[in-house]
């Protein structure tokens, strides 16, 4: 279904387009919340919170981003709220916004990974890289979607990216779980 | 992508694959739906309305004994009225003032 059809058929509150906007972005949506949460029941109560308020406020939606993005921007706010209310994890505001590209781990050439060790590091990883990781790599949206999804700068963006990746390479090396 | 970037894609998609919403989800999820017009006429004539069945008993006896009772009913008791050959006599007990009309 065309995606100002669907928008027009759930302001009219038309079941079958309410029915097709959970499934095509339900599933997707609790597995990006999962990844950043770390946990299926909080993901799940996001997606559910998401969706009561993207159907609670579709009227007022002018459709000056696609339907995804609004549901996503939404999802993403929720998780960062439960993020910042669990005591241990610190802020979101990046002390440093330019891209650090030019890193020696980032550039270094990864012939053979530890898997579980880079499974276990990944879920260690800041909420803030995690974030990033998971948009750019899982839901392979560019830098600039993920800019616009996230309110940030492109720099900010780039420069978490980067910073996530290195502090993943920079784990895995000093526990000789990588070899370059 | 390299081969790291790879992996880390890898990584994901397996962790998230076997993970879908719940019916429970789904079902909460779409009971919050916007409702159509003709849904929400449907849900107003199904709806339950609960009458307190004592309250409207007195209210409705009330209404009958208002409509019903004559209240002047003292009023006839205290006129007596005579036949005397083609008139008659009223005889009451209390005097009604009618307004003086010039």
């Not at chain 1, 499934?23 to 949506?29: A, E, I, K, T």
């Not at chain 1, 880079?118 to 800041?126: A, G, I, P, R, S």
């Not at chain 1, 990033?132 to 963006?157: Q, W």
Request: contains cysteine; neutral net charge.
């Amino acid at each position: 279904m065309d995606e100002s059809l669907l928008i027009k058929k759930l302001k009219r509150g038309k079941e079958d387009a309410y029915v097709q906007v959970v499934h095509d972005y339900g599933n997707r949506l609790l597995r990006t919340c999962y990844l950043m949460l770390g946990s299926i029941e909080e993901a799940e109560d996001v997606v559910q919170e998401t969706f009561i308020r993207v159907f609670e406020n579709i009227g007022k939606f002018r459709g000056d981003s696609s339907l995804y993005t609004w549901v996503y921007t939404i999802a993403l706010n929720l998780s960062r709220d439960r993020l910042k209310r669990k005591s241990d994890v610190p802020s979101f505001q990046d002390d440093q916004d330019e891209w650090i590209g030019n890193d020696d781990v980032e550039n270094c050439v990864v012939k053979s990974i530890d898997r579980e060790a880079l499974k276990k590091e990944l879920f260690k990883l800041h909420p803030m890289y995690m974030e990033v990781i998971v948009l750019f790599y899982f839901e392979e949206l560019s830098i600039k979607e993920i800019t616009a999804l996230l309110n940030e700068k492109e720099g900010t963006v780039k420069s978490r990216l980067s910073r996530g990746r290195n502090i993943l390479k920079g784990n895995l090396s000093k526990g000789g779980f990588i070899n370059g | 992508m390299d081969s790291f970037e790879k992996e880390i894609k890898r990584i994901m998609e397996e962790e998230t694959s076997d993970i879908v919403l719940s019916k429970k989800a789904m079902d909460n999820i779409l009971g919050h739906r916007k409702k159509n017009i003709k849904e929400r006429i449907d849900g107003l004539l199904n709806k339950e309305i609960k009458i307190p069945i004592a309250p409207v008993i007195i209210g409705f006896t009330a209404l009958f004994a208002i409509a019903l009772i004559p209240w002047n009913l003292s009023d006839f008791q205290s006129v007596k009225i005579i036949d005397m050959g083609g008139s008659q006599v009223i005889i009451s007990e209390s005097r009604e003032v009618g307004m003086k009309r010039r």
